[in-house]
């Protein structure tokens, strides 16, 4: 049988743990230094279209649960100030894409949805 020491009612009560070893919360998520917004242009049956960097954000839950996301618009060629579609890629993906990954985007992309009509 083991002795255990008595029970003092009036010993100082020790401070509660966070949970996991009493460890400080891990830092916040930062963003990557990035290249500068570019624009790529290129073919996908026989017409030419534009792509552009058009947003960035954060997904996801937790400390380390957040993936960084940027938005792609395409634009035709013929109005490059129109988005007509758009996707959303892993951050920093875009500017390593080759043209044939762009027209595979380019086909899964949403329509963008013009408010002025």
Wanted: with cysteine.
């Amino acid at each position: 049988m083991t002795t255990r020491p008595p029970h003092e009612p009036t010993a100082p009560v020790k401070p509660a743990t966070r949970g996991r070893g009493d460890t400080p919360p891990p830092a916040p998520p930062h963003e990557l230094t990035h290249i500068a917004a570019c624009e790529r242009q290129f073919v996908h049956e026989g017409s030419a279209w534009i792509a552009r960097l058009g947003g960035k954000g954060a997904c996801g839950t937790g400390s380390y649960g957040l993936g960084l996301l940027e938005a792609v618009h395409f634009f035709a060629a013929a109005e490059p100030e129109r988005p007509l579609r758009e996707a959303l890629v892993p951050r920093g993906r875009f500017e390593k894409m080759y043209d044939v990954e762009l027209t595979d985007l380019l086909q899964s992309a949403r329509p963008v949805v013009n408010s002025t009509t």
